[in-house]
Every structure is written in structure tokens, then in C-alpha cells.
């Protein structure tokens, strides 16, 4: 964990990190914690094949990824799927035919901070595959890949690779 040794309630560098979840100022008992964020990821499938994009930005640019996002603040796992669908791609997504799948912990390093997220994940099926539009700073490009022929060393993230493994393999 990045090194936060002053207080941003009394300015002392007293901030002691717990090694998990947050940190505690010795002089003025001020509390931050460091907590799991919720994450979604959607398989976007259409018959025996998944969606995948390819990062643009770090971490893990130029790896393979599924549509997706961290949860924003009162916000529904669903609600973040049909947000991100479309900033990420610009299609419309009908919260209603999300299929929860399952969840798994991964980690996610950004600026040299590591953070704990819970990865959430979703299947939406399509009637036929589509061409996207894309948001040319988080994604390069798109590519529907046969469910037998994942290629699990391209992940970008490891909950997305167990997944799709248990999955898929
Ligand atoms: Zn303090």
C-alpha cells in the first residue's frame, strides 16, 4: 500500500495503515478506509461467442477485457452495466435481461495504488452481433471470440481469467 503517513484530519503524520482496509491516526483517532469497491463485468454473448474489448489505457493496455466498470456511488450493479455498456460502446441495454452469473475478488492497481474490488458478473445475450461504437480512450477495438477458444494468457484481470476457465475451459 502507497505510503499516506499524514493525517488529513489533524496534519500529524501519524496515519498508521492496518495492512488491509484502512488507516488510523494515533493522535486525533481519525478512521479512512481503503474498502472493496464494487466492479461489474459482462459477457456479452451471442450464441457460442463473447464480446471482448481491448484496453487503451492502463493498467493493462493492449489486454483483453470484458465491457464493464467500477459501481458508482447509489448506484445498482445492473445500473452500472447499462451506464457502462454505453459509455464504453454506445449501445442500449435492457437492465432486465442481465443474467447474474457469480462474483470473484480481484485486485486493481491505478497510479501505483492497489485497490480491492468485488468483480460482478453478468451475461447479456444478443439476438446477432453488432458492430460498436467505440470510446476511443478506454477501448482500441472489440472482438467476438468462440467460447472454446479464449485466450485466457491475454486477460487483462485475473478474476476475468478463473471465470471464464471454471467456465468455459
Ligand atoms: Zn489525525
Same mark, same amino acid.
Given at each position: @500500500?502507497?505510503?499516506?503517513?499524514?493525517? *488529513?484530519?489533524?496534519?500529524?503524520?501519524?496515519?498508521? %495503515?492496518?495492512?488491509? !482496509?484502512? %488507516? #488510523?491516526? &494515533?493522535?486525533?483517532?481519525?478512521?479512512?478506509?481503503? #474498502?472493496?469497491?464494487?466492479?461489474?463485468?459482462?459477457?456479452? /454473448?451471442?450464441?457460442?461467442?463473447?464480446?471482448?474489448?481491448?484496453?487503451?489505457?492502463?493498467?493493462? !493496455?493492449?489486454?483483453?477485457?470484458?465491457?464493464?466498470?467500477?459501481?458508482?456511488?447509489?448506484? =445498482?450493479?445492473?445500473? &452500472?452495466?447499462?451506464?457502462?455498456?454505453?459509455?464504453? @460502446?454506445?449501445?442500449?441495454?435492457?437492465?432486465?435481461?442481465?443474467?447474474?452469473?457469480?462474483?470473484? *475478488?480481484? &485486485? $486493481?492497481? $491505478? !497510479?501505483?495504488?492497489?485497490?480491492? &474490488?468485488?468483480?460482478?458478473?453478468?451475461? $447479456? !445475450?444478443? *439476438?446477432?452481433?453488432?458492430?460498436?461504437?467505440?470510446?476511443?480512450?478506454?477501448?482500441?477495438? /472489440? +472482438? %467476438?471470440?468462440?467460447? =472454446?477458444?479464449?485466450?485466457?494468457?491475454? +486477460?487483462?484481470?485475473?478474476?476475468?481469467?478463473?471465470? +471464464?476457465?471454471?467456465?468455459?475451459?
Amino acid at each position: @500500500m502507497i505510503d499516506l503517513k499524514f493525517c *488529513p484530519n489533524c496534519g500529524r503524520d501519524q496515519l498508521q %495503515w492496518d495492512g488491509e !482496509k484502512k %488507516w #488510523n491516526c &494515533t493522535n486525533c483517532d481519525y478512521v479512512l478506509f481503503h #474498502n472493496v469497491a464494487g466492479a461489474v463485468a459482462v459477457l456479452i /454473448t451471442c450464441g457460442d461467442e463473447i464480446l471482448f474489448t481491448k484496453r487503451n489505457q492502463e493498467p493493462k !493496455k493492449g489486454k483483453l477485457d470484458l465491457a464493464g466498470g467500477f459501481v458508482d456511488p447509489k448506484e =445498482s450493479a445492473e445500473e &452500472t452495466c447499462v451506464r457502462e455498456l454505453f459509455e464504453e @460502446m454506445e449501445i442500449n441495454v435492457d437492465g432486465d435481461q442481465l443474467q447474474y452469473l457469480g462474483s470473484l *475478488p480481484n &485486485t $486493481y492497481e $491505478y !497510479k501505483n495504488i492497489p485497490y480491492n &474490488t468485488l468483480d460482478l458478473f453478468f451475461e $447479456y !445475450k444478443v *439476438p446477432e452481433k453488432f458492430e460498436v461504437q467505440l470510446e476511443v480512450s478506454e477501448i482500441s477495438e /472489440t +472482438l %467476438w471470440i468462440h467460447k =472454446s477458444q479464449i485466450p485466457f494468457h491475454d +486477460l487483462a484481470f485475473d478474476s476475468q481469467r478463473i471465470f +471464464l476457465q471454471s467456465h468455459f475451459k
